[in-house]
């Protein structure tokens, strides 16, 4: 490691941190250009194939950006459609951005630093940063805005200039060190670790805003909220959503297994949707109809009526059930298509019966605020259930890949080991280590315990 890694991992002060030389270059889980037609017409785009760690060098920092030493991140799946190279090579929004000019040209390199979630410490703050310095312990939003963009002063998603990080950007969260905008920052809640930190702000964040924001569903107590992939990471954080709402959560899994996770995670009703025939392929019009309405019998046997909002974030082989399923009145709430971009649905039972349709992305960073307190007053829980170093990145994204994770899966950066980061012991006893890991298997909730301890 580099001795400002060594400074990072030492705890040193701020001002120590400040005279240590950044380096030339850092460690990095990337992406290569020559590397985009690697799959051709393969039909398992394996990422594991493509996820590369090794060094990239570091760019020059903006005067709005911050220098974060990244301690640990997680898989979103939007790396995985980047490594799949799929819907298109992110390499083109680099190049687009590069376009820009200026700061912006740095991104179109012939690699690209994936990931858009991160915790870790600040090393540099750039000259027009006010809020953060050197030391402090901070988790990253995805959300990469332009702050003199008039609509970002009103809901920053809603900018024409906002981009994924990571995603649509370079110098991404799963590396030693990444680049960030200082609007991209919230303090970390102090009781978690650094990989328990590092899961929650991108799934959290989309979930609060897809249910409980003003942007989003606006639930309220009593609402019946169908969550498909509730054992996802998106899906684990909304049953905790809709449970601290006082609604009554309806979660659907692939697996007895998820199932019972989902159970012990405090969802209301779980169906299993092997057991109610609901593939996971995409249907015919006749099949969905068919579908939904065997969706529909088993919600209503459990709570006796139709749901008033569906969490869809599978997209192609469940959003015309979605469509379906709700009451009249109600409303879909979709934030992402991981079995596909193109949705098919019979859209009388949209119109006549006066459902919506909400799209929604990421979340603003007053939204990602308030999720962020929720955390940080014990309201809501990480949902890791497990962890790898960067060096295995790939195979941790092909575990999401092949959707047999559940919750989410954390990668140590920086961090040597688990249970490094916390600063409020007191707190954490107070909510309980069991209660803080709900998803991780019994042995490894053990040894997190005598790792933080």
Known sequence: MDSLSDAVLAG???DELMRTQVPSEYLAAHLRVEDVGMFGGASDKDV??????????????????VLVAVMASSINYN???????????????????????????????PYHVVGSDGAGVVVRAGAGVRRWKAGDHVVMSGAYVDSEDPATHSDSMLSSSQLAWGFETNFGGLAHYAVVRASQLLTKPAHLTWEEAASITLCAGT????????????????DVVLIWGAAGGLGAFAVQLVRNAGGISVGVVSSPEKAQLVRELGCDVVIDRSEIGLGGG????DQTIEMGKRLGRAIRRE???DPHVAFDYIGQATFGMSV???????????????????????????????KRIIGSHVANLQEKAECNRLFELGKLVPVLSSVYPLAEVGEAARLVQL???????????????????VTDQELREHIGEQRLNPLRPVGEKERMVASVV
């Open 79 to 109: 790396t995985v459609w980047s490594a799949m190279f799929e819907p298109l090579p992110t390499f083109n929004f680099l190049a687009r951005m590069g376009k820009q000019g200026g700061f912006a040209a740095r991104h179109d390199r």
């Open 207 to 222: 979930s609060y805003r897809m249910l409980v924001g003003a942007n989003g569903a606006r639930i309220k107590q009593g």
């Open 324 to 354: 379906f399923v709700v009451r009249r009145g109600g409303v879909v709430v979709t934030c992402g298509s991981s079995t596909g971009y193109q949705h098919q649905f019979d859209n009388r039972y949209l119109w006549m019966n006066l």
């Open 12 to 14: 040193a002060p701020a």
């Open 48 to 65: 594991r194939s493509s996820l590369r760690v090794g060094p990239v060098e570091m760019p020059e920092l903006a005067p709005d950006e």
């Open 282 to 285: 995409v249907a015919s019009p």
């Open 403 to 421: 959707n047999q994770h559940t919750g989410k899966v954390g990668v140590l950066c920086m961090a040597p080991k688990e249970g490094l980061g």
């Open 303 to 305: 709570v006796g009526e």
